[in-house]
């Protein structure tokens, strides 16, 4: 695969940096393995259970890495971001254990649930309209009333460090994966992937899993250039936006495929986690699983240990 940029918004020692600066405070999380999913998938599969992330996600990673990487003169401001759901917790609970403050600009359409979640870290919120612009307005009305450091969901340099790190484990401890497949929606956790992935394991394969009723990462890396998300329709809540100016370079150049599994295959691989592994994972995970077990998934050659990243486990009971 040709490889267009020499320089990415992170390389391998940031995710190492990253590592070492979460270390206190995040999970490493356990590596899974079901002797029946082996089965049904034909090869031997490794599951990366961010389910067990503190917030429930792997979006702990990166904020907890972005806000702590923080000088203290821009820490003392505070944080602002947006989110409908687990970055809004993550950096609500990593603003809360550096003791700053968390301004979190959520939508009015945001499930209660999650909202409660986020005020139960101590984050200040925010509702806005539904809408990019909706949130970024009242983003930048916060920081000019607050003077607040902006840490956005997904396409910043300490982000994409903070979730490669997920990877890093992965391969720390199974060294010799054949592929790495994780769920796909701003690119932040595949971007971090495949830094971490390709400077640990040359070689080692990336794959993406998106709905296809929000595929616009298929399209784009079909098409060779970036095509925003528009109108998309699934049940996978984490994985609605399109991809960041910072992601993108670094999926376009290293993801082989990205997978689009429809929304009943994405819930029958919730059923079949919970039903054999005993496991709860949220859609925007099961996207993975769903494309591991896909007849697609199953044709390609060469692979016989697959990592497959399991991004959160946060679901409405």
Request: hydrophobic share 45%.
């Amino acid at each position: 695969m040709t490889r267009h940029t020499a320089t990415y918004a992170a390389d391998i020692g940031a995710v190492r940096d990253a590592a070492g600066r979460i270390a206190p405070y995040a999970h490493r999380t356990p590596v899974l393995t079901s002797g029946a999913l082996d089965d049904l998938a034909g090869r031997k599969l490794f599951f990366k259970c961010e389910n067990f992330q503190k917030v429930g996600a792997f979006k702990f990673r990166g904020a907890c890495n972005a806000v702590m990487k923080l000088p203290d003169e821009q820490a003392t401001r505070g944080v602002v971001t947006h989110s409908s759901g687990n970055h809004a917790q993550a950096i609500a609970l990593a603003c809360r254990l550096r003791g700053i403050a968390a301004h979190i600009v959520m939508p009015k359409t945001s499930m209660p649930v999650k909202r409660e979640a986020v005020a139960g870290y101590g984050g200040h919120i925010y509702l806005c309209e539904p809408t990019e612009t909706g949130r970024h307005d009242t983003c930048e009305d916060i920081q000019r009333r607050t003077g607040s450091v902006m840490i956005p969901p997904f396409d910043h340099p300490d982000i994409i460090a903070g979730q490669g790190t997920a990877a890093l484990e992965l391969l720390q401890e199974i060294p010799d994966l054949d592929a790495i497949i994780a769920p796909v929606g701003g690119g932040g956790l595949v971007s971090g992937t495949c830094i971490a992935a390709t400077a640990l394991t040359p070689g080692i394969r990336i794959f993406a899993a998106e709905p296809a009723g929000a595929d616009d990462a298929a399209r784009s890396l079909a098409a060779g250039r970036l095509i925003p998300q528009t109108a998309p329709d699934t049940i996978c809540d984490g994985l609605l936006t399109s991809l960041g100016e910072l992601t993108w370079p670094i999926i376009r150049d290293h993801v082989q495929r990205v997978f689009t599994p429809r929304d009943e295959q994405t819930l029958a691989a919730m059923r079949l986690l919970r039903q054999r592994m005993k496991i709860v994972i949220e859609p925007s995970a099961a996207v993975t699983v769903a494309a591991v077990l896909s007849d697609e998934f199953a044709s390609l050659a060469g692979l016989t240990r697959v990592g497959v990243i399991l991004s959160g486990g946060n679901v409405a009971e």
